[in-house]
């Protein structure tokens, strides 16, 4: 059944007219893209509501006509923000106590326009709306990229009241779809286990994802879903679905209510949680920007549109890429000098790699970081581990032809620093009582501009140390809780979790203002900020602490689903594994980290002469490829979490001609079981030559021979993974 979702427009009783008024002319605003429709019904001083979203309706007018028939006692039609108030029984988009105590909003449309914008691949759509009793404006504003098959959209409330405005509830859209089913994937997750997934039949009543950490949100949950509906089973190829994810790096909600009409309303957006925001007499609140995406193409064309929205508009700089790199962390962690770190640049340079991240302990002289425990905050070289200073360091490996790169974390401070003991206002605390350490640490309070100005010189200095830093990595090593803010009043102390948030974002602007250049990446314990309102600012993040491949199969996986490769930083570590104990071959662990941006994350001197050979190879054949998995297409084929323990994903060029199969075995199978990968994203027409990488000799039948697309695509090839951890990448290129 398809959605068709209109107000009924029947009595007039009301003081408002609204959702249940007589009928005035209806107009439908048509916002799309070249395949998805999102359509509006509005109507002088009438409540604007969702005809539909989903595929495009290219001629949309003769749905002024449709009426629903809902009984208006059953609550009002389907809102383009609902509110409390007007008859609306589901959770509220916008939940409000006016400035002289009204609890309720009841919103009517006033206007509406479109522009394109400079980018004509890009239109904007604002809609007016306003109470239709209080002077409390709500503008909604949706942007539509075409080619992309992405509409996102937020909010924007204005108080003209005579005084302020506290809002309990502002939601950055709602969004109700009708379906006869609702299967919901999303992520969950810990610290070395995120982006985990989850597939969940929704029920009546309500479902939510949600964090309140409001740092490092994603290692838990992620503010991103994709919902297949009118069907109970995921599928990476068939099937509608509808795709969210929200550019927020603060406490978020996704609210999923199956009402008394079948109807799935969706509300996504900054978490309500605690978060009661007084807004002042004449001011403004924007809230962040929810991306959506719809496809006939399952999981798969959802992802895709996902991915190619990302690199053209949602990350910083999306059309480029770190580039291979040794990161010191698991190699040397806080127990180096300049000799450890010249001798991995030689390594480093040896095989091939393009960058060299020195990792923590670097800094502090009062209070040395030579662990965890202190240091954080004071941010002066570490005279004792590096007297000849990272610009030797870094000038060390310009020298061998490689980038540099230099770890931060400047929103923390140890007690046993000098900055706690400068500045204990900074810390996020309530007065008189405990402020919980974590990691022994505390966070600095981000909404306070003083903090938010030592935030950015931390990034600011670090960049002086000397003009060969071309990466910074950015970590963030714990969440906030119990929080209290010495900046804030006491009575906006519920302020902190926008305002930090906010606060971080000001800082990123500022430091983008003036390195624009400057490749960044969002650490957070792992993959504590994976999530499109960092990457409007970062390059790419760090995907998870845990190196170990096995497990990496899952947590690349779950990133992929809403996350495009080329922000996925994928390091190969020594065995057994730091994380899990594991012992994988070293062509499992490149192959694993391969189908990401490589890197490597140990000390290259425990490697053997063999595993270095490979890993010169594995590096050189990776960058022949490296341009299908940063730009290409994603085909997952199955998932990590198959019963048959085979696994297999492709990246395939935008025009087709070339494309690289990465495969895996993941359980032992019995000699029995050999795994068939039917390939897909392939011209049918188009004969394809199949080339081994990462091996020495060939190994399979099909190893050098041509197919065509058509024969690849039905009966697909079978390379015989039946040892676990077995794996292989196969590059296909065009004849
Ligand atoms: C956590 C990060 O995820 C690691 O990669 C490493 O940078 C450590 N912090 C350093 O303390």
Redesign the pocket.
């Known amino acids: 059944m398809k959605k068709l979702l209109f107000p009924g427009l029947l009595c007039a009783a009301l003081l408002c007219a609204g959702p249940l008024a007589a009928a005035e002319p209806v107009e439908i605003i048509d916002i799309h893209t070249d395949d998805v429709s999102l359509l509006l019904a509005a109507a002088p001083d009438q409540a604007v509501s969702v005809l539909h979203f989903g595929g495009r309706i290219t001629d949309p007018a003769p749905l002024k006509e449709y009426r629903s028939g809902r009984w208006p006692d059953y609550g009002t039609e389907n809102l383009i923000y609902p509110t409390m108030g007007e008859r609306n029984f589901r959770e509220p988009a916008l939940r409000v106590t006016h400035a002289d105590g009204d609890l309720n909003t009841e919103l009517r449309y006033v206007s509406h326009e479109s522009r394109t914008l400079a980018d004509a691949n890009v239109t904007q759509t604002v809609v007016r709306m306003s109470d239709c009793v209080q002077a409390l404006d709500v503008e909604l504003r949706f942007t539509a990229y075409a080619r992309e098959n992405v509409i996102s959209t937020h909010a924007v409330i204005r108080n003209r009241e005579k005084g302020p405005v506290m809002l309990h509830s502002f939601y950055s859209s709602a969004l109700p779809l009708e379906a006869e089913s609702y299967l919901l994937t999303h992520l969950y997750g810990a610290w070395t286990r995120e982006a985990q997934v989850d597939h969940t039949l929704l029920t009546h009543g309500t479902k939510s994802i949600q964090s309140t950490r409001e740092v490092r949100t994603t290692h838990t949950e992620n503010p991103a879903f994709l919902l297949t509906l009118g069907s109970r089973t995921f599928s990476e190829e068939y099937g509608e679905v509808v795709a969210g994810a929200l550019a927020w790096s603060g406490n978020f909600r996704l609210n999923f209510e199956i009402d008394d009409s079948d109807v799935l309303n969706i509300l996504a957006g900054a978490n309500p949680f605690g978060s009661e925001y007084r807004l002042a007499k004449g001011e403004s609140f924007t809230t962040p920007e929810m991306i959506y995406t719809h496809s006939y193409r399952g999981a798969g064309g959802a992802s895709r549109n996902l991915h190619d929205w990302a690199r053209n508009y949602g990350i910083w700089h999306g059309d480029t890429y770190a580039p291979t790199l040794l ?1 010191s ?1 698991e190699g040397a962690y806080f127990d180096f000098d300049a000799r450890t770190l010249t001798a991995m640049i030689d390594d480093a340079a040896a095989m091939g790699l393009e960058m060299f991240v020195l ?2 302990g670097w800094f502090g002289n009062k209070y040395p970081r030579n662990d ?1 425990r202190a240091g954080l905050g004071d941010w002066e070289v570490n005279r004792a581990k590096l007297p000849e200073g990272i610009d030797y360091i870094a000038s060390y490996a310009h020298e061998k032809g490689l980038k540099f790169g230099i ?1 931060i ?1 400047p929103e923390m401070v140890n007690p046993n620093s000098e900055l706690a003991h400068k500045h204990p206002d900074w810390v996020v605390r309530t007065p008189k009582r405990d402020a919980p350490q974590t990691r022994t640490q505390w966070l600095l309070d981000l909404s306070n501009p003083a903090v938010q100005d030592f935030v950015f010189g931390v990034f600011d200095r670090t960049m002086q140390l000397s003009d060969k830093i071309d990466y910074i ?1 950015w ?1 963030a ?1 714990r969440n906030a809780n119990n929080v209290g803010s010495a900046w804030l009043p006491a009575d906006e102390q519920s302020h902190f979790w926008i305002d930090y948030a906010q606060g971080f974002y000001k800082v990123m602007e500022r430091i983008r203002a003036k390195y624009p250049d400057v490749l960044i990446q969002a ?4 993959g504590g900020r994976v999530e499109y309102g960092a990457l409007r600012y970062f390059n790419e993040v ?1 995907t998870s ?1 845990n190196t170990e491949a096995l497990s990496r199969a899952r947590i690349q996986y779950g990133t992929s689903l809403f996350y495009p490769a080329s922000v996925m930083g994928s390091h190969v570590s020594i065995v057994p594994n730091h994380q899990s104990g594991n012992i994988t071959p070293i062509k499992f662990r490149f192959d694993m980290a391969c189908a990401g941006r490589l890197g490597m994350e140990l000390q290259p001197k425990q490697m053997t002469d063999q595993e270095k050979d490979f890993a010169r190879q594995a590096i050189a054949n990776y960058k022949e490829y490296r341009d299908l998995v940063m730009h290409g297409d994603l085909y997952r084929l199955g998932s990590p979490y198959d019963e048959s323990g085979c696994y297999g994903l492709m990246y395939v060029a935008k025009d087709r001609r070339r494309a690289v199969l990465f495969t895996y075995c993941l359980r032992y199978q019995g000699r029995t079981q050999i795994p068939k990968f039917r390939l897909q994203g392939l011209d049918p027409e188009t004969e394809y030559c199949i080339r081994e990488l990462n091996v020495d000799k060939p190994r399979f039948w099909f190893d050098g021979k041509t197919f065509r697309g058509e024969l690849l695509r039905e009966a697909g090839i079978n390379p015989q993974l039946s040892r676990l951890y077995d794996s292989g990448v196969f590059l296909l290129e065009a004849r």
Do not use: L, Q, R
Not at 523 to 526: F, K, P, V
């Open positions: 990161n962390w990792d923590d965890s770890w974390e990595k970590d090593n650490c957070a314990s792992g760090w602490d």
